[in-house]
């Protein structure tokens, strides 16, 4: 009798422990097997919000409020007039925390573009509505404009940085 | 005495029982959570995938790359709210997609500032998505009107520039005939009234080309330009509801053309002349439904005609 109880003892503690090993068995498993997927997911977040940044900057080159009449060009004299705008506001669409155009080449002289010094100057600021923006996504794109002097178009090659709610969504 | 017909139910048994059934239950309920959030994940792919798909048939850039068809993994239920009492308005779309065990439909939504002019039924589903990108001039560039629908259409006795302008525009689920007999029975047919005394019996949605109107489920909605291929796949509320929206667009533009051609007049003495015109037109464009869109189009060709006579064009 004494013998049998020990023996059912045994079994019971056995198959508790064999419990035990293929609860923590499928632990680790599971375990791996979504840090596998959490990585997966991350990449994919990652391409896809690479995507959707390129999607958008190319977005904002064919947006009414600054296109020009080629594929990828914006239009500065717009852009310096929309600058210029209290009454219009490209945050309307877009969820940006911050929207630059920058004259690369043929180079300008360095500063900020306001109605006065406009042409001569390389940066027009659109939106800037905070300093934590973080790493901004850029596209080269054509920056062209109606030059007085000559009676002329001109063109200029030119980069758009866009950071911002819009952009990371 | 023991019982020999007894069933010996130990301890052991007791404990397996119970730890099996909390361990099943565990599984289940680990499996099940984890189907929602690969559903969740994935219709959110699809989603992030479509608005990729959207954004850039706004743009200039890929008129060459437009798709006229959009499959989805598995079949999906588009919704979509447009709102136009605020600013310049905005449009929420839902998706939802259908599972393949039980055939539940889950749901993700997002809002559609970017890609902002949907024009669709109230829901449009399928696997398979037909789209149309057309760009709205109002005498500028105003915006590309994205317009959904996934059952086929039967055009009966379009006339030939429409027909023309949907093949260059490479739309697809859309058939011509010169009668509604030859349309077949699932297709909504969309009968042109190119004549006063054009017969329309029989058709889901009537187009009145010399009169520019829409008549669908009883409702009639008006046209302008491109808007006409909006106004045949779309709901009307929809369609009136985006056309304040294209509206409120224009008005906006009108004041930045306004500024760019007093910019310009100051700059190289070109283009300041229209700077009160475009003032004037911003006020007009303010409409109320679709009935006012020829009286600002009247307007446009106006201003089309004095900008062409500058030798600046402040657009093109």
Redesign the interface.
């Known amino acids: 009798m004494r013998s049998m109880e020990v023996k059912?003892q045994l079994?019971?503690q056995e198959?508790?422990f064999v419990?035990v090993a293929?609860?923590i068995f499928l632990g680790l498993v599971?375990l791996i097997f979504f840090s596998i997927r959490l990585n997966n997911?991350k990449n994919?977040a990652a391409t896809?919000k690479e995507?959707?940044a390129a999607?958008?900057v190319?977005?904002i080159?064919?947006?009414?409020?600054l296109?020009w009449?080629c594929?990828?060009c914006i239009?500065l004299?717009?852009a310096?007039?929309?600058k210029?705008?209290k009454?219009?506001s490209l945050n309307?669409?877009?969820?940006l925390d911050y929207l630059m155009i920058e004259i690369l080449y043929p180079l300008q002289k360095k500063g900020n573009c306001v109605?006065g010094n406009?042409p001569d100057c390389s940066q027009i600021l659109l939106i800037n509505d905070t300093k934590d923006f973080g790493v901004a996504s850029s596209a080269f794109v054509t920056l062209c404009r109606?030059?007085?002097?000559k009676?002329q178009e001109v063109c200029a090659l030119g980069k758009v940085y866009a950071a911002g709610k819009?952009v990371s969504r | 005495m023991i019982n020999k017909k007894g069933i010996e139910f130990s301890f052991n048994w007791i404990f397996s029982i119970v730890v099996g059934i909390v361990v099943i239950f565990l599984a289940i309920y680990a499996a099940n959570s984890f189907i929602k959030t690969e559903r969740t994940l994935q219709d959110t792919e699809t989603v992030q995938q479509l608005q990729t798909l959207l954004n850039p048939l706004q743009t200039s850039i890929e008129s060459t790359t437009k798709p006229s068809n959009i499959i989805f993994p598995r079949e999906v239920k588009l919704m979509t709210q447009c709102i136009a009492s605020t600013g310049m308005g905005e449009q929420k779309i839902t998706l939802s997609s259908k599972n393949n065990i039980g055939g539940e439909w889950s749901s993700v939504s997002f809002s559609n500032k970017i890609s902002s002019y949907l024009f669709m039924e109230s829901t449009v589903q399928g696997k398979q998505m037909h789209v149309l990108v057309a760009p709205f001039y109002m005498p500028y560039k105003v915006a590309d009107l994205v317009i959904l629908w996934s059952t086929n259409y039967c055009l009966v006795n379009a006339p030939q520039n429409v027909k023309d302008e949907l093949q260059i525009l490479n739309a697809s689920g859309v058939i011509f005939a010169d009668s509604k007999l030859k349309c077949s029975s699932n297709s909504n047919k969309v009968c042109f009234l190119n004549s006063p005394s054009d017969i329309d019996e029989g058709c889901e949605i009537k187009v009145n080309t010399y009169l520019k109107q829409v008549r669908s489920t009883g409702k009639l909605v008006y046209y302008e330009g491109s808007l006409l291929y909006a106004s045949i796949f779309s709901n009307a509320d929809i369609y009136e509801c985006n056309v304040k929206r294209l509206a409120s667009r224009t008005k906006e533009l009108a004041n930045l053309y306004s500024q760019k051609s007093i910019l310009l007049g100051d700059k190289s003495n070109c283009g300041g002349a229209l700077a009160p015109i475009l003032n004037n037109y911003a006020n007009i464009v303010s409409i109320k439904d679709s009935r006012d869109l020829s009286n600002v189009m009247t307007q446009s060709n106006d201003i089309k005609k004095q900008q062409e006579d500058l030798l600046c064009a402040l657009w093109k």
Do not use: C, T
């Open positions: 059912g079994k019971i198959m508790a419990l293929i609860v599971a997911i994919e896809l995507e959707q999607a958008l190319r977005h080159s064919g947006l009414p409020e296109s009449d594929p990828g239009d004299d717009k310096i007039a929309l210029n705008s009454d219009i309307n669409f877009l969820e109605i406009y109606w030059q007085s002097d009676q819009g």
